[in-house]
């Protein structure tokens, strides 16, 4: 092995510490670890020998890698014995005044050509290299957890970083078998800036009385693909760590509406329900398991009242041949007979709202989401307005239930939820690229790597189709009088146009 950093130091060695470590060890470079906590870095590195010890015992590695792995890692007890190191990342906590000091004394140590790297994950890369002397050697390197199993770094250049050493640090990355993404120093970078819609709109949703945590995660579990609905993904990562982010992005867009954060998580926050590592968040755990209430049962109707669908529903062939395999009688006149339930399919705006529009009855009103092909989706979602009937809510349920599918059914929303969340995802990433933050090509890598989405968000939008996402965001915007869903320029533009996401202006 010939890495292009021989000797690296990392200073901080908590659970981020010690999988970057693991990971340049692995790359063939010697690591030393320092830590302000007596034996920390000893402790470390014990630890890491364990790691690699379950990985040969797991038939992942060979015993005399293990071995060779092992004696390239050395504890350091003082940040002096980092001096000879050819790169240093820091991992330390997230104080500003923190990694400044640290920094200003690493440089007074370390030879000239010591490239000297921040794994912040929310403070400005400019803002900790403002005291250095040589800001020019000063980048930020976000790695995400757990280290070895996340493949994406973030690669930041502030102001006045050295082309050349983001470029090194990037071919670094490839040889510990990462990818490499390049960031511009903005609030978030590109994977916690481009995640701020998922949690913050379902969120949203929930403080409307829509929906609940649960039904929230299934509707974008199965209509969309996500892995971990946003409530379970919260639980998961602790409103400790996720709200401060939320907070922290949302104050330093100067309290841009697109990140606006929620009471909600701040109160679950101050009570202490922080999720699974409490044992309470949004769900209860038992012994480490979720717990969850299952789902209503689909109602039990005994005469289905004939369906008239409106000719403005958006996908209103797909609706009616829906209708006509789920074994509907479907009214063909030019408007709904008095004992009909009548089905609307809206882009962005209530249920509400398109009854009063189009003269419908109200309580025989239904809403059903069709942004998403049903074809490609394990879930149907259904929407009442307030004067929809139970009779005729639950008819709807058990109709399009009929062939096995699950059917949630949800208050009236503006852009029901995938809607909603969906548009909000691409709209953020859309800006980021219109900041130009990071290339399309680079934001697509980030997201997919970093939060696991099924897509990445520019793909999303192209997927479900611009000029939809865009007529949700005006209608939605429209329905809310909210500034948080006005749509990027970029979306804008490209949806007018009908161009791809992806595309970069030459």
Same mark, same amino acid.
């Given at each position: ?78 940040? *002096?014995?980092? $001096?000879?190191? +050819?790169? =240093?990342?820091?991992?330390? @906590? ?7 000091? #640290? ?107 829509? *929906?609940?945590? $649960?039904?929230? +995660?299934? =509707?974008?579990?199965?209509? @969309? ?7 379970? #993904? ?110 609307? $399919? ?161």
């Amino acid at each position: 092995m010939n890495p292009l950093y021989k000797t690296v130091g990392i200073v901080g060695t908590g659970a981020m510490g010690r999988g970057i470590a693991q990971i340049a060890a692995q790359a063939g470079s010697v690591v030393k670890l320092f830590d302000l906590q007596p034996d920390a870095s000893q402790k470390a590195k014990t630890e890491l020998a364990a790691q690699w010890d379950k990985m040969v015992a797991k038939n992942r590695l060979d015993s005399p890698t293990a071995e060779a792995h092992k004696t390239r890692v050395l504890p350091a007890a003082t940040l *002096a014995e980092l $001096a000879d190191c +050819d790169l =240093i990342i820091e991992a330390v @906590v997230e104080r500003l005044d923190v990694k400044q000091t #640290l920094f200003a004394e690493l440089e007074s140590l370390v030879l000239p050509q010591c490239v000297l790297v921040t794994n912040t994950s929310s403070l400005s890369v400019t803002a900790i290299a403002a005291k250095l002397k040589n800001p020019q050697r000063f980048a930020g390197y976000h790695f995400f957890n757990p280290v070895p199993l996340m493949k994406v770094v973030e690669v930041i250049a502030g102001l006045k970083t050295d082309t050349a050493v983001c470029a090194q640090l990037s071919g670094y990355a490839k040889e510990m078998g990462h990818t490499a993404v390049l960031a511009q120093d903005t609030p978030g970078f590109i994977v916690n800036h481009a995640g701020r819609g998922y949690g913050t709109e379902a969120l949203r949703i929930v403080g409307e009385g829509i *929906a609940d945590f $649960a039904t929230i +995660d299934r =509707i974008l579990r199965d209509q @969309v693909g996500f892995k971990l609905g946003p409530f379970e #993904l919260m639980d998961l990562t602790a409103l400790d760590v996720s709200h401060p982010v939320m907070e922290s992005v949302y104050h330093q867009y100067y309290e841009e509406a697109r990140y606006r954060p929620s009471v909600i998580t701040a109160q679950r926050l101050a009570g202490g329900m922080l999720g699974r590592k409490t044992g309470e968040g949004f769900y209860k755990y038992d012994a480490g398991v979720m717990q969850i209430a299952p789902e209503a049962p689909v109602p039990d109707v005994a005469e289905m009242p004939p369906i008239w669908v409106s000719p403005r529903a958006s996908r209103r062939s797909e609706l009616l041949q829906l209708l006509k395999d789920l074994g509907a009688k479907i009214e063909t006149g030019a408007s709904a007979s008095p004992k009909a339930l009548t089905l609307v $399919a809206p882009l962005g705006f209530d249920i509400t709202t398109v009854a009063v529009v189009e003269r419908l009855d109200p309580a025989r009103t239904i809403g059903i989401d069709m942004l998403i092909d049903d074809g490609a989706t394990k879930r149907r979602v259904l929407a009442t307005n307030p004067a929809t009937r139970t009779d005729m809510r639950d008819a709807a349920h058990a109709l399009f239930a009929r062939d096995g599918k699950a059917v949630s059914v949800i208050r009236d929303s503006g852009g029901f939820v995938t809607q909603r969340v969906v548009a909000t995802i691409v709209n953020i990433a859309s800006d980021i690229c219109q900041q130009g933050i990071c290339s399309p090509k680079d934001l697509e890598t980030a997201v997919t790597l970093g939060l696991s989405y099924p897509l990445g968000p520019l793909a999303m939008g192209d997927r479900y189709g611009p000029t939809n996402i865009l007529e949700v965001l005006f209608n939605m915007q429209t329905v809310y009088g909210d500034q948080r869903y006005r749509p990027s320029p970029w979306l804008r533009r490209r949806g007018a146009i009908g161009l791809s996401l992806m595309h970069e202006e030459s």
